[in-house]
């Protein structure tokens, strides 16, 4: 058996051939394409190439299925897609497309960070567990949850908005409209604005949050205070997630998550500070474990998990 | 048919016996005996004289449940309690004693607040939608979860603990151990507490809740404050939890939420300065519709409703 499975985001466009297992039979990956002038049409059209292309490796096995990640905005589950960072799709019947392309089986998409959390909870850090919060720190903070051994859609298939936790309400704006979620504050951008506003210069490089992490790594004071400010940012929002939901493992991947004990251990802190009962203090916060390809992974998992994953038509 | 629901918390205990349409058909209660030297068994020995009142003004129907909501904490499902505000229980083998008491058909218990909560959600306000988050706010803050039409129940039973979601996290000290929770600030002694601190002072009268709700209707500006504070804190709780769980509704019931626009006002506005996405801004937050009896038919739905109200044997 073989399913398709597609993630669809701002820098790549991947795909890959999934078997039942969860192993990746094929796989093939391209920027996405942000030319000037680019029309809906043109980035479908490099979709499809991708999609030709991993099929054709792959010795076009016959597919169970369709799965796709893709950035939100979505309506769900028709998947008329907005994705924040590909300006190009307003609106964008994505589903509707994929099922013209590929008659019969089942296209399943949802939003890429909920994939992410699927395939850690399908294969990943939560495997065996019923209650996963899986997390992306990455740019933005995002995530989706698995209750009761079930993917959580929420009313719109919007739960698992944890970058929308308020974890400072007199802190800084976010994007969202609101003020001091924990995506203001832990995401890349945010961290390097909050550094550089304390009078951190990475001198002769970007400013990137590449840089301050790898300032953080070398002991850069105010670069280790802002990994401690996102690390305890993330531990209350994860505190609150697990008194709310009851959780067994919060699995945090992203690059953010790459920082490691820099990261982990304020996090540690600032969640042991919060989360106190008994029923809190058995989660365990680790890091994901299927790095890149989580997002394939869990897309394939709507498919081969439908009854866990997919609640919709 | 008939099931027979009972309500075990630190003021009362009360019990019914309801029909398939959630009605009661009779229903009794008495003061939780707090009598020095009272036992575990003198305790149990007041519930059966409640039950076997409650079953004969009934007509002792024949039963094809009992549900039962207990404060907690206890384990789930199998229900040995600890009642917080009930000494003379703890560890006490809840079900097992009502299961030899009711031989055949199924016993089953769950938190008091996450009671409440399916009882708005099969019969209250929370009435045919999908995503409701129920709460109590009076002496503590609790609360019970339904996502995708099926209570949550989480790894322990413990999920719905809305009290606990953190809305300052340099706020004061929490009775969990934790800090700047929701059920701190909002929970009624709490507020009565930071209103003293302010200077509030209800001459001749006594130091509650109630009198100072009233004195917030008269306008006096502390109390008016010490709700504002209290609205403020659900506001933020609520939006933490609609980007999480993508809600359609929040049901807000116990003694507090009687303050009406005293408290709603603020609430209100404080969970529209902070949810601001499009699925946020769709919940409804609106005041418990079943009072008193809420906990009791919600107790019945772990029966009636055992398909999306009892995930456990």
Redesign the interface.
């Known amino acids: 058996m073989s399913v398709l499975a597609v993630d669809i985001g701002g820098t790549k466009l991947a795909a890959a051939v999934v078997d039942p297992g969860g192993r990746i039979a094929g796989y093939s990956r391209v920027p996405t394409p942000h030319d000037a002038g680019l029309d809906a049409e043109g980035l479908w059209r490099t979709l499809e190439a991708l999609l030709d292309k991993v099929l054709a490796d792959a010795g076009s096995p016959p597919l169970v299925g369709v799965g796709v990640g893709c950035g939100g905005?979505m309506t769900w589950p028709a998947a008329e897609v907005s994705p924040l960072n590909i300006p190009a799709w307003r609106g964008f019947p994505l589903r509707d497309r994929l099922r013209a392309r590929h008659p019969g089986p089942p296209v399943r998409i949802h939003n890429d960070a909920v994939c992410v959390a699927v395939g850690e909870h399908w294969r990943g850090a939560g495997r065996g567990r019923?209650?996963v919060l899986g997390m992306v720190v990455s740019t933005g903070v995002g995530g989706g949850?698995v209750?009761?051994g079930?993917l959580?859609?929420?009313?719109?298939?919007?739960?698992?908005?944890?970058?929308?936790?308020?974890?400072?309400?007199d802190g800084p704006p976010c994007k969202?409209?609101?003020?001091?979620?924990l995506e203001a504050i832990a995401r890349g951008p945010g961290l390097v604005a909050w550094a550089r506003e304390q009078g951190w210069r990475p001198e002769g490089r970007d400013v990137t949050g590449v840089e301050l992490a790898a300032d953080a790594r070398r002991g850069h004071p105010l670069a280790v205070a802002a990994m401690r400010r996102a690390g305890?940012a993330l531990g209350?929002a994860i505190?609150?997630?697990t008194?709310?939901?009851?959780?067994?493992v919060a699995a945090i991947g992203g690059g953010l998550s790459q920082a490691g004990a820099l990261l982990f251990d304020p996090l540690e802190e600032?969640f042991r500070?919060?989360?106190?009962?008994?029923?809190?203090r058995?989660v365990q916060v680790v890091p994901a474990e299927l790095g890149q390809t989580a997002g394939l992974i869990g897309a394939a998992a709507l498919i081969y998990g439908g009854d866990r994953y997919w609640?919709a038509d």
């Open positions: 905005p019923g209650n949850l209750l009761d079930r959580v859609d929420g009313a719109s298939g919007n739960a698992g908005h944890i970058g929308h936790v308020v974890v400072d309400p969202c409209g609101g003020r001091g979620c305890r209350i505190a609150s997630a008194h709310l939901c009851d959780l067994e600032a500070t919060h989360a106190r009962m008994e029923f809190a058995q609640s």
